[in-house]
């Protein structure tokens, strides 16, 4: 096993080899301990072909963990990590981090504080105004602040991954930079919870495990400002009843505002007059030993609005 990871051999990466080794003898011990059968293991091998194929893997990364009694991914895993990792070093506070999934798409043409971001019609979905102000753990509102925003459509389809092809690239997705007052506002409809591809590996995995492969309705967002460290985060639009059964297990007690009906979004320019609002205010945390240590690179899809 040494030798299939190049272990000590002198050149290639030793972080590298380190966790190649690692994970090869977690396979043969437990190849081992259950006899997992050569058909077994072709199978697995087979799968992750069609995983790769599918361009799943990340989607994968989200519903895939111990979801056998733990109730736990492995995306959310890594965020479970990086809680306690600030709170080692006693950074408490701020709006709670929750997973990115991988459906986010670099290049929302950038608003000053309020922007519309329902291109596309979709007589489903009702108005909804997404609202809140950006602040540090002081409360004093961030100006200059990027926050953005991805969801779903009343079909539980994201833009630039819509298999039907009904959204243009940035539909349901938007950028705004907060002034002064730390304020930002999206004008938007109302999502419904994502479910996986159906005939996907994720879901053909998920099927194996007895699982579902749905969330409820969400809303995501990325929050930058120079001086504090980016968050990653979203909330659950309130009352969905898989909140608490969500198979990416995204969801925290602080990340259901509450909706409340609105009238006047003809005077927004909304579809409609009567409209749902949620307040979503985003506090941020500063940078630890001057940097930060929350930033994952991963490959992001982009496009140009
Ligand atoms: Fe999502």
Same mark, same amino acid.
């Given at each position: 096993?040494? %030798?299939?990871?190049?272990? !000590? ?10 966790? &190649? ?10 190849? @081992?301990? =259950? ?13 992750? !072909?069609?995983?790769?194929? @599918? ?5 994968? %990364?989200?519903? =895939? ?23 080692? &070093? ?11 999934? $991988? ?10 504080? *309020? ?6 019609? @979709?007589?489903?979905?009702? $108005? ?5 102000? *950006? ?17 779903? !459509? ?61 969330? $409820? %309705?969400? *809303?995501?967002? +990325? &929050? ?10 979203? +909330?659950? #639009?309130?009352? @969905? $009843?898989? #909140? ?14 509450? *909706? ?17 609002? #949620? ?27």
């Amino acid at each position: 096993m040494k %030798a299939a990871a190049n272990l !000590n051999g002198g050149s290639g990466d030793a972080r590298f080899q380190q966790i &190649v080794h690692r994970l090869l003898g977690d396979l043969f011990k437990a190849i @081992d301990d =259950l006899d997992i059968t050569p058909d077994e293991v072709r199978a697995g091998v087979n799968y992750l !072909n069609k995983l790769g194929q @599918d361009g799943e893997a990340a989607l994968l %990364a989200a519903g =895939l963990g111990l979801g056998l009694g733990l109730g736990l991914g492995l995306e959310k895993y890594l965020d479970i990590r990086m809680d306690a990792a600030d709170k080692a &070093v006693g950074l408490e506070g701020g709006t709670p981090r929750t997973i990115e999934g $991988p459906l986010y798409v670099a290049g929302a043409p950038l608003r000053e504080s *309020v922007s519309r971001i329902d291109l596309n019609a @979709d007589a489903d979905a009702g $108005p909804l105004v997404i609202h809140g102000t *950006v602040t540090g753990l002081d409360g004093k509102p961030l100006a200059g602040a990027v926050v953005e925003c991805w969801h779903a !459509n009343s079909k539980g389809f994201y833009s630039h991954f819509d298999p039907t092809g009904a959204q243009d690239d940035f539909n349901l997705r938007g950028a705004v930079r907060t002034g002064a007052d730390g304020k930002y506002e999206f004008r938007t409809l109302m999502p419904v919870g994502y479910g996986c591809p159906p005939q996907g590996s994720t879901q053909r995995l998920l099927d194996g495990l007895g699982r579902h492969g749905n969330r $409820p %309705a969400h *809303v995501h967002f +990325f &929050v930058t400002s120079g001086d504090h460290r980016k968050l990653t985060t979203q +909330f659950n #639009i309130e009352g @969905d $009843p898989l #909140i608490w059964d969500d198979f990416a297990y995204a969801t925290r007690e602080e990340l259901i505002p509450s *909706v409340t009906e609105k009238t006047g979004g003809a005077a927004l320019g909304l579809k409609a007059d009567a409209y749902k609002d #949620i307040e979503f205010n985003l506090t941020l945390t500063p940078l630890v030993q001057g940097k930060d240590n929350q930033i994952v690179h991963r490959p992001r899809a982009s496009a140009t609005a």
